[in-house]
Structure formats: structure tokens, C-alpha cells
């Protein structure tokens, strides 16, 4: 597609239920970060996928959290039992390149904001 | 830690005037890369501007200019001839080597007729 698309862009979950947010880059691009942006506050970091490998997972909050990649392209955050706190806006980014490459632009998609009751 | 500093939670722009939002950053990488996106409600981070750490010139894209200053780890946003649409939230960003991009708290810019 022509940019980072997410779904749902917009979910409701009751306490304890389990979530899944789908993120699809742009097609061809190594890299994928998912980031968790609270109310009034910046994006913070969740984890990091050069083509199906996780490389870095440090920023996701529990073991509540799960993110997978599995064919390289689309990927999949998975939030089990969530709970109030873990409502957010969570953004889906890409990037041409992969790994040790700062100069390449990172692209955002519109986010998916979840709201837990 | 990477720690970027954003000191300007929220302001004001007359349209048509040019306005400056501040960024500063710690880092004690040799090369890095410093971004600045735009978030409007909608939500979603719109890229603006890349300046490299290593780049002669300062970054300009149409009415965005990045003022790099290197010695003093800071890169602030210039848009001139402030619009309407400009109205947002702004952040600055720095990713180096194996960090992922690291984000500031934001400035939210509000553009008056």
C-alpha cells in the first residue's frame, strides 16, 4: 500500500479481554516498530522487527504484551487480560532499511486507539 | 539514556508569522539522525523534516527549517508563514545506529486568524 495502514482504528475492549492490533507497512519495508502513546504524552517505544526477526522487545510493558511478524511483512500486537492503564494510542512505523540505519525516514500509521473499560 | 527535551508545552502563532519550537537532546552517539513529525488530532505522526548529525547544512523542506546546533545538542523546528492547518502537536525525534527513535513530550502549536 502507499502508507502504514492499522486496524482497527478504533476499539473498545472490557477489562481482562485480550486485543489484537494489526499493522500493515509499506510494502518492502524491512523494519517495523510499534509504539504506545498515552494521552498528552510522546510515542514510547514498544519493539522493534527487522523482516521477521524481533530484535528489540525491551519497551513492551508485561508479558501481557506479544508482538509477532511471522512472514516478514504484516505483524500483530497482542495484548491479553488488558487492563484500564493500557489504554493508548498504538502506532504502527516502517522503514526501508533495516538495522544501524538512522537516516532513513520512519513512517507512522494513523495509530489505534484503545480504550479499556 | 537517550533523552530528548521538548520545554514548550503548548504555543501560540499568529498566521502568517513564523514561529521556532525548541528540541534538545542527549547523546553520546557519533552519528545519529534528528526528525521532527507533525500529529494532528487525526493521530496520526506525519513526517517533516531528517537532519543527520553529520550534515554540513541545516535540513529545509518548503516552509520547514531545522536550526541544527551541533556543540549544543539542539535542533529546533522552524515553520515560517504559519498556516491554519498547522495547528498540532509537534515532536522531535532521534534515532542512532540500533536505538529505535526515541521521542520527546511534544509541543502543541496553535495558530491564531
New interface residues.
Partial sequence: GAGVSQSPRYKVAKRGQDVALRCDPISGHVSL?W?QQALG?????LT?FQNEAQL?KS?LPSDRFFAERPEGSVSTLKIQRTQQEDSA?Y?C?SRRTG??D??N???????S?LTVV | AQKITQTQPGMFVQEKEAVTLDCTYDTSDPSYGLFWYKQPSSGEMIFLIYQGSYDQQNATEGRYSLNFQKARKSANLVISASQLGDSAMYFCAKCSGNTPLVFGKGTRLSVIA
Fill in positions: 516498530f509504539y504524552q510522546g510515542p514510547e517505544f522493534y528489540d519497551g494510542v502506532l512505523a538495522e544501524g538512522s537516516g525516514t520512519i513512517y507512522f500509521g494513523e495509530g486507539w
